[in-house]
């Protein structure tokens, strides 16, 4: 055996314009890079935890004392939310894209029987889990959520609340409403809306647990954290069940957060080694979120969701998402079958668009944290360039003239 040591890994900076991460926020970077070597016992580190569990609630509108942020990435939330979720409860999962799916595949982890796991490890085939599966493209309407709520009664339900994978909204108030009719703990996928849209979970009712992450609308770094929040519903159904996890438990993981038995307490105690770096980037996302305001953030990502669909359609492309901050396309059809190759000249050249990760194969576009003229004409300009190259009609004037139609006057921000 040889080993060698490697030079220094230098890692370029790119655009990343896809579905997320989004491009982490300069002032986040920084606090990040200026936070000073501290343990996380600290007082400065655990008095930023408090007010991260603070800014949290006001974010997402919630009164919920559970609510924090579980270090890592948006699965990692995920499996803290799903970790109540018991072997032979009764779940109903609605699945209509990537994300979505493996949601419903962690669900069938959570519930299988040892046997049910025995029989095929790593895709258990739960029966007491059903998953309803809408295509690739569709909505998860309040109808489908309520005829198999009324038919199948579980004890958990879930969906995701936008589906990343197809750039899909799902019906949260039809959701929660069934959940609520039929007496579910609704269970919620808001990865790729936190930070994005503008809603309260306090308007939610149904809806018992909600996941999130740090990298895509809060414009913080990956790896840092993830955002969750437990009704007293959730905590007292845990409570009475437990849960196959120390880290992962939420009435573990509050502690280090100041919740102890439903209460906010004045300084948390030891859960994990929580990173000074990651709560001061974390924080500064959250004091950047309130400082422009979710109201105001979502209005900008839809007016700039416009433009860039509107734009790609003037491409011959075809958009079949109605998420706003990501476009979900089909190329023009003299391009079909080379969505790979686009997106991976594209990504050589560091301009990082996605295509889609399940089957149909369509290419993904995104702007988190790219909400301004020069970005989005950037963006649009690159993409334009690359269809070009593959051999596309572009017709870079017309391309032109609707952004100067768009952001010459009102819309320069
Ligand atoms: C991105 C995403 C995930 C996965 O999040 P990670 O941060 O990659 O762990 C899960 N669900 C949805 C809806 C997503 O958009």
Same mark, same amino acid.
């Given at each position: 055996?040889?080993?060698?040591?490697?030079?220094?890994?230098?890692?370029?900076?790119?655009?990343?314009?896809?579905?997320?991460?989004?491009?982490?926020?300069?002032?986040? =970077?920084?606090?990040?890079?200026?936070?000073?070597?501290?343990?996380?016992?600290?007082?400065?580190?655990?008095?930023?935890?408090?007010?991260?569990?603070?800014?949290?609630?006001?974010?997402?509108?919630?009164?919920?004392?559970?609510?924090?942020?579980?270090?890592?990435?948006?699965?990692?939330?995920?499996?803290?939310?799903?970790?109540?979720?018991?072997?032979?409860?009764?779940?109903?999962?609605?699945?209509?894209?990537?994300?979505?799916?493996?949601?419903?595949?962690?669900?069938?982890?959570?519930?299988?029987?040892?046997?049910?796991?025995?029989?095929?490890? =790593?895709?258990?085939?739960?029966?007491?889990?059903?998953?309803?599966?809408?295509?690739?493209?569709?909505?998860?309407?309040?109808?489908?959520?309520?005829?198999?709520?009324?038919?199948?009664?579980?004890?958990?339900?879930?969906?995701?609340?936008?589906?990343?994978?197809?750039?899909?909204?799902?019906?949260?108030?039809?959701?929660?409403?069934?959940?609520?009719?039929?007496?579910?703990?609704?269970?919620?996928?808001?990865?790729?809306?936190?930070?994005?849209?503008?809603?309260?979970?306090?308007?939610?009712?149904?809806?018992?647990?909600?996941?999130?992450?740090?990298?895509?609308?809060?414009?913080?770094?990956?790896?840092?954290?993830?955002?969750?929040?437990?009704?007293?519903?959730?905590?007292?159904?845990?409570?009475?069940?437990?849960?196959?996890?120390?880290?992962?438990?939420?009435?573990?993981?509050?502690?280090?957060? !100041?919740?102890?038995?439903?209460?906010?307490?004045?300084?948390?105690?030891?859960?994990?080694?929580?990173?000074?770096?990651?709560?001061?980037?974390?924080?500064?996302?959250?004091?950047?979120?309130?400082?422009?305001?979710?109201?105001?953030?979502?209005?900008?990502?839809?007016?700039?969701?416009?433009?860039?669909?509107?734009?790609?359609?003037?491409?011959?492309?075809?958009?079949?998402?109605?998420?706003?901050?990501?476009?979900?396309?089909?190329?023009?059809?003299?391009?079909? !079958?080379?969505?790979?190759?686009?997106?991976?000249?594209?990504?050589?050249?560091?301009?990082?668009?996605?295509?889609?990760?399940?089957?149909?194969?369509?290419?993904?576009?995104?702007?988190?944290?790219?909400?301004?003229?020069?970005?989005?004409?950037?963006?649009?300009?690159?993409?334009?360039?690359?269809?070009?190259?593959? !051999? !596309?009609?572009?017709?870079?004037?017309?391309?032109?003239?609707?952004?100067?139609?768009?952001?010459?006057?009102?819309?320069?921000?």
């Amino acid at each position: 055996m040889t080993f060698q040591i490697y030079p220094p890994l230098e890692i370029p900076e790119t655009l990343a314009a896809g579905p997320g991460p989004g491009n982490t926020d300069a002032r986040v =970077l920084q606090a990040f890079a200026n936070a000073g070597v501290a343990d996380h016992m600290q007082g400065d580190v655990l008095r930023g935890m408090l007010e991260c569990k603070l800014m949290l609630r006001e974010i997402w509108g919630t009164k919920n004392t559970y609510t924090f942020g579980v270090a890592g990435t948006g699965w990692s939330a995920l499996d803290t939310m799903f970790s109540a979720v018991m072997p032979g409860d009764k779940v109903v999962a609605f699945a209509n894209g990537t994300f979505s799916g493996i949601d419903a595949l962690t669900l069938r982890i959570k519930a299988a029987t040892s046997q049910e796991h025995a029989a095929n490890p =790593l895709d258990p085939k739960a029966a007491s889990v059903v998953v309803v599966e809408v295509p690739h493209g569709e909505p998860v309407t309040g109808d489908i959520v309520e005829k198999a709520l009324a038919q199948h009664k579980p004890k958990w339900a879930f969906m995701a609340h936008w589906e990343t994978g197809s750039g899909r909204i799902n019906d949260l108030r039809g959701f929660s409403d069934a959940c609520e009719r039929h007496d579910a703990m609704g269970l919620v996928d808001a990865v790729s809306s936190l930070g994005v849209d503008s809603f309260s979970i306090d308007d939610y009712p149904g809806v018992a647990g909600w996941a999130s992450c740090p990298q895509k609308g809060l414009c913080c770094l990956p790896l840092t954290y993830a955002p969750v929040s437990f009704t007293d519903a959730y905590i007292e159904s845990l409570k009475s069940s437990g849960a196959y996890s120390y880290v992962h438990n939420p009435i573990f993981e509050a502690r280090h957060w !100041g919740v102890v038995n439903g209460q906010d307490v004045e300084k948390g105690t030891y859960h994990r080694t929580h990173s000074g770096y990651a709560v001061a980037a974390f924080h500064e996302a959250l004091r950047l979120t309130l400082q422009e305001g979710l109201v105001k953030r979502s209005l900008a990502y839809r007016t700039h969701e416009k433009v860039l669909r509107d734009a790609v359609v003037e491409m011959g492309c075809e958009v079949t998402s109605d998420m706003p901050s990501l476009v979900v396309l089909n190329l023009p059809p003299e391009l079909a !079958g080379r969505e790979m190759e686009l997106v991976q000249n594209c990504r050589a050249r560091g301009f990082g668009i996605w295509p889609t990760l399940s089957e149909p194969v369509q290419v993904r576009i995104g702007i988190l944290n790219q909400l301004n003229r020069q970005s989005v004409s950037r963006i649009i300009r690159l993409f334009a360039e690359a269809l070009r190259e593959l !051999g !596309g009609q572009v017709d870079h004037e017309a391309i032109e003239a609707l952004l100067e139609s768009r952001y010459g006057t009102s819309i320069a921000a």
